[in-house]
């Protein structure tokens, strides 16, 4: 009877503004084009994030966990505003095929370390921290990536999800080879390592090897080789880095 009632109550009252009657309250906003105004708003509200998956994050791991899955390069993010609540959703959506083309554009125009591509890599011996050798011989007719850290670089954390997520995927394949080299000295390279997961080998940048890595100017610094010779190498970190070396990998270990 309640439902036939608000029928009729809708029918014989055509100018009625219905927004009241509406369960969502609703809409989304680009957080690259934001307005000083809506910054302004966006300030004033409870705010969360959401991963990859759409499930809301905890307090403790939220801004950590969103900076990562924000540089993973397949997604883009966007703002999701319930003004009835007055709250503000951080969350994903699959990037397009045209976002991550541009993302790759921007790292291959303003990362690359462009004088070094195509030159011979130097002859030289690592070991690593569990005592296996690496020379330059061994790099023939292999794929190796090389990732440059320090102990405390905030950007080098924020890539680790990623490495590792690259090294579970290609570890099986004897033609690509994962060399990580911490810029820290070994004492703090080993106690951080203890702490945070890193399934590469880790070589220490000791004097004699940094005369060979002078032009690494920044961290973290990502670099592969084809067959001895550079094919990649990216300085810094953003939304693109990972999509370009994902893509070198699976281009040049096929």
């Not at 994050?57 to 997604?75: E, F, Q, V, W």
């Not at 959506?93 to 011979?120: C, P, T, Y």
């Not at 106690?191 to 032009?215: A, C, D, G, M, T």
Request: proline letters at 4%.
């Amino acid at each position: 009877m309640k439902k036939i009632l608000l029928i009729l109550f809708i029918l014989l009252c055509p100018g009625l503004n219905l927004d009241c009657f509406a369960q969502t309250h609703t809409t989304t906003w680009n957080p690259s084009a934001l307005t000083p105004e809506q910054k302004k708003f966006i300030d004033s509200c409870d705010q969360y994030l959401y991963d990859t998956l759409g499930y809301k994050l905890t307090t403790s791991s939220a801004p950590l966990t969103y900076r990562i899955m924000k540089l993973d390069g397949n997604y883009s993010e966007y703002i999701e505003i319930d003004s009835a609540a007055h709250t503000i959703s951080w969350k994903f959506k699959k990037a397009s095929n045209d976002e991550k083309m541009m993302r790759k554009r921007i790292v291959l125009d303003r990362a690359s370390i462009h004088s070094l591509i195509g030159q011979k890599f130097p002859d030289l011996e690592m070991v690593d921290l569990n005592g296996n050798h690496y020379t330059t011989e061994q790099f023939k007719n292999k794929t190796v990536y090389f990732n440059f850290w320090f102990v405390g670089c905030q950007p080098c954390e924020l890539e680790r999800t990623k490495l590792n997520q690259l090294y579970e995927k290609y570890k099986e394949n004897p033609n690509i080879q994962f060399i990580s080299l911490s810029n820290s000295n070994e004492r703090k390279t080993r106690e951080h390592l203890r702490r945070k997961n890193l399934q590469w080998p880790v070589v220490i940048l000791n004097k004699s090897l940094k005369s060979n890595f002078s032009y690494i100017e920044g961290y973290p610094t990502n670099i592969i080789l084809n067959n001895q010779h550079f094919d990649t190498a990216l300085a810094g970190l953003s939304e693109g880095t990972f999509l370009v070396i994902d893509e070198r990998l699976e281009t040049l270990v096929q």
